[in-house]
Structure formats: C-alpha cells, structure tokens
C-alpha cells in the first residue's frame, strides 16, 4: 500500500495534487457562494489559448496564462455589466473563443500534439520543480490575502450592493479575487487539466455547503474536502494507471454523492423521529 | 394602533436634501425634478405604484443612482465628497436565503468598515453587535441560520445590520412586506421607538391605511413628486389618482384616513351575490 511513495515523483505528485486540490475548495467557496459555478470552466478554457500563445511567444507559461486568465475575467466583466448581456453569456463568448484560438494555433503550428493531452485532462508526471514553487507561492498568497481580506470577502460575496453603500471598494475587491482565481487556475492546469478544473472548484464546496450553514465552517471543510480529494484522486490514478485529472475529480463525485446520500439519511431519520 | 409622533426641534435641521434631482440608470431618467426635504426626527413614507421609483429615491440618497442634474445632501454635505452615514435595509426578497451566515454573522458585516486594517472584528465591534441584538431582543438567535427565522426576525437582523453603524438615517425598503398584522405593528413600533431615539426614516410601503396614513409625513411618487405632507392633507382622491391613475375612495374613521377602492368584484359570478350599489363606474 505504500509502496508508491518509495518513488520520488510520486511523493511530489501527492503533495502538488493536494495542495492544489486545497487551493480550489479555498476559491472555490466564494465561486459557488456567487453563484459564478460556471467560471471555473471558462476560465481554464480562456487560459489554455493564453497557454498556448505564450509558448508560441516564449513568454513565461505561468506568467502569460495567468495575465491572459486575468485579462479574459475582467472582460467577461465589462461585457456583461454593460446590462443586455448575462454573464452566462459573457462567458461562453469570451472564454471559447479563446479556447478555439489554443486549438486553432496548435493545429497551425503543431509542435506539441503530445502535450496537448495533458492541457485538457492533467499530467502529474509532467510538473515540474518550477510549477512546485509557482503551486506553492499562489497557494500562500491568496491563502494569506483571503485571510487578511476575510470579513471584507464574506460581506460583498453576501450581499454586494449594501456593501457598497457601507463603503467597503468593493470593484478592487472583485478584481483582486478574480486575480487570485486566475493564477490559481493557472498553477492547477498541470495537475488537473482545462477540462476537469471546474469540478475541483465546485465539488468541494458544495460538499461542504451540505454539512454546514456556517460560512466559516463551509471555508475549512471545503478546503480539508479539497485536499483530501487532491491526495485520493492522485493515489486512485496511479493504481489504475489513468489520468490525475479525471481521476482526482471522479474521486470528488463519490465523495459528493456520498455527503449527499449522508445528509438526505440524517434528515430521514430526523423526519421519522419528529413524526414518532 | 400606531400614531408616531415625530420628534420636535425647536429649529428645523435638514438632514436629507434632495435638491431638483433627475436621476436613473444608464441614461434614461427614473425620477423628475424631485425636491425633497427631511428634517431631523422625521418619520418619513413613500408611496407609489409599482415601478414609480420609491426604491430609485433611496438608492439614490446612498449615491447608488446615476443623477442628471441637480444635488443631494446628507448633513448638509453633498454625497458626492463623503460616504454618507445613512443605513440602509434592503428588501428582505433580494437577500439570498441559502447563504451560509448566521444573524451574528450577517449583523457583525454592518462593523466591516470601522476596523479596516484588521482581517477580524474587534471586541469593540463584538459588544455593540451583541447590545444592538439586545435591544431589537433576537439575542438569543444569534447564532441561528438566517432562513431559520420568522419573517419578524428576519426583518430585525437586517435592521440590526443597519444600526450597528449607528446611522442618523435610516432607509427602509418595504420593511412590513409579506408579514402577518402583527409582526408589522411589531415592526413599526420598532422603528418609531427608533424615531424617538433621534434616529431620522425615511421608508417605502404598499400598505396606505395600516402603515402610511399612520405616519407623520407621506411623500407620493410616481416619477416625481406627486404630493408630500400629512397623511389627511395626501391621501386625497385627487392625489392618488394622480399617483395611482386610479379612482380611490377616502373616508375617515374614527380620526383615521381610510383609502379603499371603489368597490368592484372579481370573478364570473361577481355582481349576482353582492349587493354591489356603488354609484362609482367599474373598471372592465
Ligand atoms: N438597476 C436598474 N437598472 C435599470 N433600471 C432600473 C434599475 N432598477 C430599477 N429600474 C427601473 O426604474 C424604475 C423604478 O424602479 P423602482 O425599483 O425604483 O420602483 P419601485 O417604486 O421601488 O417599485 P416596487 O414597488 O415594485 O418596488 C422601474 O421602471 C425599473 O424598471
Ligand atoms: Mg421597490
């Protein structure tokens, strides 16, 4: 059962997925408090063209994706807060059409068919002492700025208008976060892929919206579910030889139906005690 | 029943100013040409159909609303230099019920801005949280999910919200909305408790006869302003016809104004059971 942590690289792989699977129930919270599920998706699709046109400029792959990511948010923004269009929609537009750009430019130049899967579903096996480092510093940033920016988080995530009119800068709040959420996109890509990062963003948090109404409570466990998924999935793919994208998210969904099925047993119970 | 009786001064002291203000959103105007004076102490109405902008009035005092021209001041400084110390309690509808806060948590959020550079609340926040939650008495559900309250309760946590920065004005929108006869005199004598305490209101009902003819001052919106003053000096026919583009009825009871519609009836079989001699044309 331990034999895989004989291998180095399997001992850095549990340690990245975990981080990273802690990093996206953190963000996560907000994301799914906001109602803003869909983001995660588009997000990693707008930032896999800024991959890829990096690469092609040889631009810094985590510092041009994460500009790139940045940059695709706050347009997403000016789109849809220009009133006639959803940010449903804003998404879509913004976010596939760079997407398609990656795609286009890949089968234009053709250099890196192999890595290609391993953008869309994630590849352990391919992070490197860089991505450690780059994991590692975002995870400490944004979990500090989340900390340091706690009440001022929870109060516009809650209620955004009132917010305002406390006083609390509420567009720079918005802006910070969405930065945040991009480079932790951007630092998750290697491990979980463009196409699985969404469910690591929103499964945990909405496990741990099950089990708790309490906010901070929701923040700890959403992010002990994270992690906990991160290491499980990464210790799953390796004993059946398959992805750590699919895997790590396939292990979430379990996890997800099980809280579920926990929570709807309690009520039952609950239910048949009050009728008793 | 309730008959708040407005604080006196013995100088009339503005405290909300709305001076010739055309204001509304992304360019086309909501309200006309409003001018507006609130005093100190004033216990303040607005009334309108659907749409006339009552809630466009408050948001525009929080400088939430785009105003084309004229001014607003708040404590004689115009909104535009400084935050004005306004609290605000929105409509319970647009607050997201699913959220996972509980009332303490929802009523510290009021606290955010006075410990800036703090990531947590202080212990000074804590107490006037806690005396606040004393006073409007939901203490004891503090630590309660927020869905897990009676609408009343619902009502006080926002306005606990609101007080915890210890506003001179406070804007309610529809505050008595969707709750039983009770819980709305509950929530009125709340707030003129308040008024009594110096706390100047300014809020918006649907409810003429049990909540806006009981108020020292009405305000009639619709677009602009239709008639502002005493309860029996408004609340005319000719007035809310001109708010309402309605024919309603006035007649008083035992000191009180009473605004009824013309009595029509609804259904296939209206007018064959009822004894329906109103000398007033139906609508159709
Ligand atoms: N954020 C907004 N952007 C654009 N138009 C708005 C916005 N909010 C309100 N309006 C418009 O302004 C007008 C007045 O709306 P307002 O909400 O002030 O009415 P109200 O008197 O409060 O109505 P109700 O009694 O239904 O609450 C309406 O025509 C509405 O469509
Ligand atoms: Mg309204």
Redesign the pocket.
């Known amino acids: 059962m331990f034999a895989p942590f004989e291998y180095e690289f399997f001992i850095r792989g549990i340690v990245v997925s975990t981080l990273v699977g802690a990093l996206c129930g953190l963000i996560g919270v907000y994301i799914v408090l906001r109602g803003m599920s869909y983001i995660g998706h588009g997000l990693s699709h707008a930032i896999f063209g800024g991959a890829v046109v990096s690469y092609i400029m040889s631009i810094n792959f985590l510092i041009g994706a994460s500009i790139w990511g940045f940059l695709s948010a706050m347009l997403i923004n000016l789109t849809s807060r220009r009133?006639k269009i959803g940010a449903d929609a804003a998404i879509g537009i913004v976010t596939t059409s760079s997407f398609a750009l990656g795609v286009a430019l890949i089968s234009k130049f053709k250099t890196f068919t192999r890595s290609f899967d391993a953008a869309l579903f994630g590849n352990i096996l391919g992070v490197t002492d860089v991505d450690v480092i780059a994991i590692v510093f975002v995870g400490i940033v944004s979990a500090t700025a989340i900390f340091l920016g706690y009440k001022y988080l929870l109060f516009t995530t809650f209620d955004p208008e009132v917010a305002q009119y406390h006083g609390l800068p509420t567009g720079w709040i918005d802006t910070l976060f969405t930065l945040i959420l991009a480079a932790v996109i951007v630092v998750s890509l290697q491990v979980l892929g463009v196409t699985m990062i969404a469910a690591a963003i929103v499964i945990p948090p909405v496990s741990a919206r099950i089990l708790t109404n309490n906010f901070g409570t929701m923040m700890m466990l959403s992010v002990a579910i994270g992690g906990f998924c991160g290491l499980g999935g990464l210790y799953v793919s390796y004993y059946i030889d398959i992805s750590s994208g699919p895997s790590v998210v396939l292990f979430s969904a379990t996890l997800f139906f099980l809280t579920l099925g926990y929570s709807s047993f309690k009520e039952l119970i609950r239910n048949l005690g009050v009728r008793n | 029943m309730l008959h708040p009786i407005p604080h006196q001064y013995e100088h009339e002291e503005p405290i909300v100013e709305v001076k010739g203000v055309t204001c509304?959103?992304?360019g086309?105007p909501?309200l006309n040409n409003v001018d507006l004076t609130v005093n100190r102490g004033d216990f303040v109405g607005l009334l309108?159909?659907?749409?006339?902008?009552?809630?466009?009035?408050l948001?525009s005092i929080l400088g939430a609303v785009d105003i084309f021209s004229g001014q607003i001041l708040v404590e004689g400084i115009s909104i535009n230099t400084k935050n004005p110390r306004v609290g605000y309690v929105p409509?319970l509808e647009t607050i997201d019920w699913n959220f996972p806060v509980t009332v303490e948590q929802v009523v510290m959020m009021g606290r955010t801005s006075y410990s800036r550079l703090l990531p947590w609340y202080k212990n000074s926040d804590k107490q006037i949280v806690h005396e606040i939650l004393e006073r409007l008495s939901i203490a004891h559900l503090s630590k309660r999910h927020i869905k897990e309250l009676s609408g009343g309760q619902q009502q006080r946590a926002f306005l606990a919200r609101s007080l915890v920065s210890n506003p001179r004005v406070l804007l309610l929108?529809?505050p008595t909305m969707g709750v039983d006869i009770k819980t709305r005199d509950e929530v009125m004598h709340l707030l003129d408790e308040l008024n009594h305490q110096d706390v100047t209101i300014i809020m918006?009902t649907?409810e003429i006869n049990s909540v806006a003819a009981h108020l020292p001052t009405v305000v009639c919106?619709n677009g602009e302003i239709v008639a502002a003053g005493a309860p029996k000096d408004v609340l005319t026919p000719a007035t809310l016809k001109l708010t309402y583009n309605a024919d309603l009825h006035v007649t008083e009871y035992e000191g009180m104004t009473l605004v009824t519609e013309s009595p029509h009836f609804f259904g296939r079989n209206a007018g064959t059971s009822q004894n329906s001699n109103s000398h007033y044309s139906e609508h159709n």
């Open positions: 009133g | 509304g959103y992304d086309t909501i309108g159909p659907s749409g006339s902008g009552k809630t466009t009035m948001k409509q929108d529809e918006t649907h919106l």
